[in-house]
């Protein structure tokens, strides 16, 4: 009688990480709300672009850094839509099941596919510089550099992120097992 309870118990345990097909899909559906929104700010630059050409204000458009600025935020939305994308593979392929439908031999089986939570987390942390890395130069286009501290404090923040790629480049240092214990 407790082994067949048991049984029941530990099976609707184990069936309860199909509610991560929900966390699955709306991340992936957040991705695509991501790549929308990226695509709508080019399209809609580009069509500022066209008529600021028209009434010859093209070159003010350009001066101030809006054309840059935009493209740089289509870009930082590109970039969590990758997270969020990488999220929700990585949370269905290592909980539910492997994705049967694309093969070793596609250039996105290595970026999408996820083994385990580490290695969801390493892909994840590294696509999240990178859009740390966008929102710098997106505000460092567009800031006004007053004062020579600006201009240190610039390059301060260069030197950091540079630095934590580099570190996230290093192999992660081997443990040593005491066979003796």
Aim: negative net charge; charged residues 15%.
């Amino acid at each position: 009688m407790l082994s067949k309870i048991e049984r029941i118990f530990e099976a609707i345990i184990w069936n309860s990480r199909f509610f991560l097909i929900l966390a699955s899909f709306s991340t992936i559906l957040g991705a695509i709300t991501f790549i929308l929104i990226g695509s709508y700010e080019i399209l809609h630059t580009i069509t500022l672009l066209f008529s600021h050409a028209i009434d010859g204000t093209l070159h003010a458009m350009i001066a101030e850094g809006h054309l840059t600025g935009a493209f740089i935020g289509a870009i930082d939305n590109y970039l969590i839509s990758l997270v969020m994308l990488i999220f929700g593979f990585g949370i269905y392929e290592i909980f539910i099941s492997n994705i049967d439908s694309y093969t070793d031999k596609h250039p996105a089986a290595k970026v999408l596919a996820v083994k385990t939570l580490e290695n969801l987390k390493d892909k994840i942390a590294k696509v999240i510089v990178m859009v740390l890395i966008v929102s710098l130069f997106k505000k460092a286009i567009e800031f006004e550099y007053k004062e020579t501290m600006d201009l240190l404090i610039l390059g301060g923040s260069i030197f950091l992120i540079s630095m934590s790629i580099w570190f996230m480049n290093q192999p992660a240092p081997q443990t040593k097992v005491n066979k003796e214990a």
